[in-house]
């Protein structure tokens, strides 16, 4: 019985300046993803599921962006640890995206969070705090949610910060 053929391999991400004439210069990068020798690629169905949760999870951090309360870290860490694993494009280009690579990069030197993105997050759970008590929510949920957003403050203070002069 005849063994059904393969998927194509994917194919290999070009060093920076090395790009396809048709790629927009916005596209490239000098930094390229990092290639971790110990991630898997996964093949089939496998791949297929972590290719949609990549997709997804990068989906709700972009809605996370300008819905106060829903993160946008975690779902871009999640979209990066999927598509290392099911797509090396995707990857690459969540690698070197404007707002997102920064903040890939630092989380995998060694868990960084820089200061401003501090911020963001302690002033967008002030705002959901303040707005749950101005909106009268139910005590036991009000108190369950700023509960909640006090321990992720308070661990997010906590991270390091990006060693200074470090342009990640």
Known sequence: MPMPPSPPSPQPLRPPGQEPEDTPPSA???EPAPTNPRVRQHRGLARLL?????????GMGVIGIFVPGLPTTVFVLIAA???ARSSPRLHQWLYTHRLFGPMLRN?????FVSR?????????MLA???LMLVLDVVWWATALACGCMLCVG?????????PPGDSR
Do not use: D, M, N, Y
């Open 28 to 30: 490239t990068a000098s």
């Open 116 to 124: 401003p993105a501090k911020r963001a997050a302690a002033l967008t």
């Open 50 to 58: 972590l290719l949609v949760l990549a997709w997804l999870s990068l």
């Open 81 to 83: 640890w999927a598509a």
């Open 128 to 130: 959901c705090a303040a």
């Open 154 to 162: 308070i661990w997010l203070w906590l991270r390091p910060e990006p």
């Open 107 to 111: 989380w995998e030197a060694g868990g």
